[in-house]
């Protein structure tokens, strides 16, 4: 690939660039294992899904970036065991370097390769997909396909979470959210767009998920007590959204 792998640092924030000042991931210097940009932190909104000590054990993640997704499951969910793709051999080196990527064989996998094509051809199932990867434009190519989606809900487990970035959809997200909903049998949504405009998507298998909004707000802020991340502004725009009948979150 031609694009370059850039490191810049402001106030106590290092950040990766693909080339341009697009940041494709960022950590705070004093704080390496929390989630620093916004759209991130509402990707880890899927932990709040299933009402399940052991959800995830098994993580795969496609975009590595900054690590941040990575670093925060790898610390915070200690059963995990996470897989990594990530189709730019540059950008793994720019990780451990510069974004603490932890070196843990036994529960992290790095594997350098294409995304779409590593989980076509494994047939290895998962709790938790996380898909966050775009090119050097922002594009992300194959990773917002039907096939693609498709292919994702065939590797979820029971009870398994896709979760989506949709940012640098040139025209927006509702194709996007049509090829899920269409992948998943209408079992997909977005959340209201974050002030970033990432639009975060998810898309579920198993057991319908119908959770209080009451419910979700003291998982939320359990989850605050034990890793530091506050989802409750995500679930206060979910709530004005008016996307919950009846103060319901269904998926």
Same mark, same amino acid.
Request: contains cysteine; aromatic residues 8%.
């Given at each position: +690939?031609? %694009?370059?792998?850039?490191?810049? =640092?402001?106030?106590?924030?290092? /950040?990766?660039?693909?080339?341009?000042?697009?940041?494709?991931?960022? +950590?705070?210097?004093?704080? !390496?294992?929390? #989630?620093? #940009?916004? /759209?991130?932190?509402?990707? +880890?909104?899927?932990?709040? +899904?299933?009402? @399940?000590?052991?959800?995830?054990?098994?993580?795969?993640?496609?975009?590595?970036?900054?690590?941040?997704?990575?670093? %925060?499951?790898?610390?915070?969910? !200690?059963?995990?065991?996470?897989?990594?793709?990530?189709?730019?051999?540059?950008?793994?080196?720019?990780?451990?370097?510069? %974004?603490?990527?932890?070196?843990? !064989?036994?529960?992290?996998?790095?594997?350098?390769?294409?995304?779409?094509?590593?989980?076509?051809?494994?047939?290895?199932?998962?709790?938790?997909?996380?898909? @966050?990867?775009?090119? =050097?434009?922002?594009? &992300?190519?194959?990773?917002?396909?039907? !096939?693609?989606?498709?292919?994702?809900?065939?590797?979820?487990?029971?009870?398994?979470? *896709?979760?989506?970035?949709?940012?640098?959809?040139?025209?927006?997200?509702?194709?996007?959210?049509?090829? $899920?909903?269409?992948? %998943?049998?209408?079992?997909? *949504?977005?959340? &209201?767009?974050?002030?970033?405009?990432?639009?975060?998507?998810?898309?579920?298998?198993?057991?319908?998920?119908?959770? @209080?909004? @009451?419910?979700?707000?003291?998982?939320?802020?359990?989850?605050?007590?034990?890793?530091? *991340?506050?989802? $409750?502004?995500? *679930?206060?725009?979910?709530?004005?959204?008016?996307?919950?009948?009846?103060?319901?979150? /269904?998926?």
């Amino acid at each position: +690939m031609s %694009f370059s792998i850039d490191i810049s =640092e402001e106030s106590g924030i290092r /950040y990766l660039h693909f080339g341009s000042t697009w940041v494709q991931g960022a +950590m705070r210097i004093a704080r !390496p294992w929390h #989630l620093e #940009l916004e /759209y991130t932190k509402e990707m +880890m909104a899927s932990l709040l +899904m299933r009402d @399940d000590a052991r959800f995830p054990r098994k993580v795969l993640l496609i975009g590595l970036g900054a690590a941040s997704l990575t670093k %925060f499951i790898y610390r915070n969910c !200690p059963l995990a065991k996470l897989t990594v793709v990530e189709i730019e051999p540059r950008v793994v080196a720019a990780a451990r370097q510069f %974004f603490k990527l932890p070196d843990d !064989p036994l529960r992290l996998n790095v594997v350098i390769g294409d995304g779409a094509k590593f989980i076509a051809e494994n047939d290895k199932t998962y709790d938790l997909i996380l898909v @966050d990867g775009f090119d =050097e434009n922002a594009r &992300p190519g194959e990773l917002d396909t039907l !096939p693609f989606y498709q292919m994702c809900r065939s590797r979820l487990n029971d009870n398994g979470i *896709l979760a989506v970035n949709l940012l640098g959809r040139s025209r927006g997200y509702t194709a996007s959210l049509e090829r $899920l909903r269409e992948a %998943f049998e209408t079992r997909a *949504l977005v959340f &209201p767009s974050c002030e970033s405009g990432n639009v975060i998507a998810l898309a579920a298998t198993g057991a319908p998920i119908r959770i @209080d909004l @009451d419910d979700l707000k003291e998982h939320a802020v359990r989850l605050k007590e034990n890793t530091g *991340l506050n989802l $409750l502004p995500t *679930l206060t725009r979910i709530e004005q959204a008016q996307t919950c009948p009846g103060g319901v979150f /269904y998926l």
